[in-house]
Nanobody, 122 residues
C-alpha cells in the first residue's frame, strides 16, 4: 500500500509564496527519489523539481531555478516544495511522485498523489 497526499495549495497573488507538502505512506520512504510535477488544464504534465533519496542532490526545471526549493525530511516521510515569486502562468495542479531515480520526466516515478491546486492571480 502506497499513498501520497499533497497539501498546501491555494490562492496566492503574483509574487507571493506557497509551501507544498507531500506526506508519503511508504514503508521505505528514504529509499525513494521524490519529485514534483504540475499540470495546467489542457496541458501536459511537466517536471518541476526532484530530489534524490538521500536529499544530497536536487534538480529543477530551468524556469523555476532560483525561486523554488525542494527538500525532504525522511524522518517524517515528507517532501516539500517551497515556491517563491510565483507567476500567474504557474497556476496548475501540483503533484508529488515517488520513484526509483531522480529524473526530470514521468517515467522515473511509480507512485503519484492526487495533486493540490495552486492558483496564482494577477
Amino acid at each position: 500500500q502506497v499513498q501520497l497526499v499533497e497539501s498546501g495549495g491555494g490562492l496566492v497573488q503574483a509574487g507571493g509564496s506557497l509551501r507544498l507538502s507531500c506526506a508519503a505512506s511508504i514503508r521505505t520512504f528514504s529509499s525513494y527519489a521524490m519529485g514534483w510535477f504540475r499540470q495546467a488544464p489542457g496541458k501536459e504534465r511537466e517536471f518541476v523539481a526532484t530530489i534524490t533519496w538521500s536529499g544530497g542532490s536536487t534538480y529543477y526545471a530551468d524556469h523555476v531555478k532560483g525561486r523554488f526549493t525542494i527538500s525532504r525530511d525522511n524522518a517524517k516521510n515528507t517532501v516539500y516544495l517551497q515556491m517563491n515569486s510565483l507567476k500567474p502562468e504557474e497556476t496548475a495542479v501540483y503533484y508529488c511522485a515517488a520513484g526509483r531515480v531522480a529524473i526530470a520526466h514521468m517515467t522515473g516515478y511509480n507512485y503519484w498523489g492526487q495533486g493540490t491546486q495552486v492558483t496564482v492571480s494577477s
